[in-house]
């Protein structure tokens, strides 16, 4: 296990200034700007994991635990995946201690649902994710641990 907060904080950091810089005031900007973040998560975080095969972005999450910093014991962001893909969110008084660690299904550097501050989202359950801003965690890679698999959906 290896602590790669440091080069997270980078990542994230890189694709705020290269967002706010060239992006944020263009139309449809998001829908671009996916291959530039997974470009400089290929070229920061990526070379330092030393992997055999390079994983696109979504695929390395599943190498990756989130471990809480300090002891929480506030509201929350709890978030269920709707049909459509999009977050509904509830707050919600969470008590987490140091050290506990969750799995991550996608870190957020914009902050788009918390203040604008980057942020993880944090596996509960098969239907629940915790949002949690990353100055809170330490991310650590993890190459033994299993993919997840999102549950299966009905229609």
């Known amino acids: 296990m290896e602590d790669i907060t440091e080069l997270i904080l980078t990542w994230t950091s890189c694709c705020t200034d290269v967002w706010l810089r060239w992006f944020k005031n263009i139309d449809n900007a998001e829908d671009e700007f996916i291959e530039v973040e997974e470009a400089l998560f290929s070229a920061l975080v990526l070379p330092a994991l030393k992997l055999h095969e390079r994983p696109s972005l979504?695929?390395?999450?599943?190498?990756?635990?989130?471990?809480?910093?300090?002891?929480?014991?506030?509201?929350?962001?709890?978030?269920?995946?709707?049909?459509?893909?999009?977050?509904?969110?509830?707050?919600?008084?969470?008590?987490?201690?140091?050290?506990?660690?969750?799995?991550?299904?996608?870190?957020?550097?914009?902050?788009?649902?918390?203040?604008?501050?980057?942020?993880?989202?944090?596996?509960?359950?098969?239907?629940?994710?915790?949002l949690e801003p990353l100055i809170n965690l330490r991310i650590l890679f993890t190459p033994t641990s299993r993919p997840y698999k999102k549950p299966a959906t009905t229609n």
Do not use: W
Not at 92 to 120: Q, V, W
């Open 58 to 130: 979504s695929e390395s999450y599943s190498f990756f635990q989130a471990e809480y910093k300090k002891d929480i014991c506030d509201k929350r962001s709890i978030c269920k995946r709707q049909k459509a893909g999009n977050l509904h969110c509830e707050s919600s008084h969470m008590d987490i201690l140091l050290g506990s660690r969750m799995s991550i299904i996608n870190i957020d550097f914009m902050g788009t649902l918390i203040d604008e501050k980057p942020y993880a989202e944090l596996i509960i359950n098969d239907s629940q994710v915790l």
